[in-house]
């Protein structure tokens, strides 16, 4: 953890008291404006270039499937070696897809395979640095204050989110060549060109890091050392519950995917109406992340992230039958509160649930729930709504998501009376679990 001087800090904002969480987390803020600016440039190309839903649907089926095949490696890098080391790394690889990107355009892309291709390598270095990042965390600040950096860590995810997909749009169609007539840059060139000096600063900030976690897990690797997360997590139902919940409702009730379809079929926007829809989320779960985080509960955890659930599939059903920009953000911005609450709770309940030697790997297996609902998400949201149309796929999606509420209240009872966020109070819940995989077979 962060040595440094301990600094006095307002309440609710006690986790920036440690320098290396307030670099790490303003790493996170230029990393993830360039990641959204980037994704809102890519998938206006991919739907200008086929104007197929289906094709918007493979995109996040190609950032997907490297984190189902490196689901196991992942993890065990992530405990086997540095953490930080491993970050800076992934990002690296990130840089040099984000130059690929942008000399296709240049060249004058007509065929969507070379992006597609890209993605494949984007998803690849993101299910590795997705279980160091998360694994990191508990290393920058007290367990005290862990659940204020969850909350901090959302809100700083969710204002970049706000901002990114709209600087996106804003750059995008900035008439770049009205200032400087030379220039060769224009549309999704100049957000790569953005996204690069954003991959490049956080490289910068996150190698300037004191923390040096080292390797977590000594022993060498084998097939159970390997498996021993996974174990972990099937073998706990709170953590298990907790994380298959995100998967399902997520998969059924994502519409990021078909946002470019809303936006230029439904409510006749272009690349800026698709930033405000893609940053209404965002901005929803910013506000709530600064109210938890200067007014965290302290009770309730399970019936909080059941409850928040079901609000989010009533806000997707809303944001499907609307066809006014503004009730569409407001939908929106209604999930995205009731989403940032879960992504609270769940984080918590996963991090101080793990022993720190597993952690990587039990991020590892939640990163494949997360990248599942998401990416995959978002193939799932193309298809149908390649075969129902954009409206009907998203509106039964919804639904599907009350459902899934109500189905995991009653599957997985210890979730539901999940109470307070400390390991104190979580540890006889996993105990079982890490007995059983603290010494495992050689």
């Given amino acids: 953890m962060d040595s440094s001087p301990v600094k006095k800090t307002r309440r609710g904002m006690e986790a920036f008291a440690y320098r290396d969480f307030r670099r790490y987390q303003l790493a996170r803020v230029t990393a993830i404006l360039g990641a959204e600016a980037q994704s809102v440039a890519v998938a206006w190309q991919v739907y200008s270039l086929t104007h197929r839903a289906l094709d918007l649907g493979y995109t996040g089926l190609a950032l997907f499937l490297p984190g189902l095949v490196f689901l196991l490696p992942s993890g065990h890098v992530a405990d086997r070696f540095d953490r930080r080391q491993v970050i800076l790394v992934c990002y690296s690889v990130q840089v040099l897809c984000t130059a690929a990107l942008l000399f296709m355009t240049r060249a004058g892309m007509h065929s969507v395979y070379p992006i597609y291709a890209v993605l494949l390598l984007v998803g690849s270095a993101r299910s590795f640095s997705g279980p160091a990042s998360s694994a990191l965390i ?217 022993p720190p030697e597993m952690r990587g790997r039990v991020s590892a297996v939640n990163s494949l729930f997360i990248g599942a609902s998401n990416e995959l998400g978002e193939f799932e949201s193309g298809l149908t709504a390649q075969w129902w149309g954009a409206v009907r796929a998203t509106v039964i999606g919804g639904i599907g998501a009350l459902g899934v509420a109500g189905v995991w209240a009653a599957l997985f009872p210890r979730l539901r009376r999940a109470d307070e966020l400390n390991s104190d109070a979580l540890r006889p819940q996993v105990a079982s679990a890490a007995a059983e995989t603290a010494n495992p077979l050689p």
């Fill in 138 to 354: 508990p290393h920058l600040v007290p367990e005290k204050h862990f659940v204020n950096a969850v909350t901090w860590g959302g809100a700083i995810w969710q204002f970049s989110n706000i901002t990114g997909p709209a600087l996106g749009g804003l750059l995008f169609t900035l008439p770049l060549k009205h200032f400087i007539p030379d220039t060769a840059l224009e549309g999704a060139g100049i957000v790569y060109v953005f996204t690069l000096g954003t991959l490049g600063w956080f490289l910068i900030l996150v190698g300037s890091l004191h923390v040096r976690p080292g390797r977590m897990e000594h022993r060498a690797a084998s097939l159970k050392v390997v498996l021993a997360g996974f174990q972990y997590m099937m073998r706990s139902p709170l953590l298990l519950g907790a994380s298959s919940l995100d998967l399902f409702v997520v998969l059924l009730g994502g519409a990021t995917a078909l946002m470019p379809i809303f936006a230029h079929d439904i409510l006749h926007q272009g690349p800026r109406g698709l930033g405000l829809l893609r940053a209404a989320p965002a901005a929803g779960a910013l506000i709530m992340s600064l109210t938890m985080a200067r007014f965290p509960f302290r009770r309730h955890a399970g019936p909080r992230l059941l409850i928040c659930v079901a609000i989010f599939g009533a806000a997707t059903i809303l944001f499907g039958l609307s066809q006014n920009l503004w009730l569409s953000m407001a939908a929106l911005a209604i999930g995205g509160g009731a989403d940032t609450i879960s992504v609270i709770i769940r984080g918590s309940l996963l991090q101080l649930g793990t």
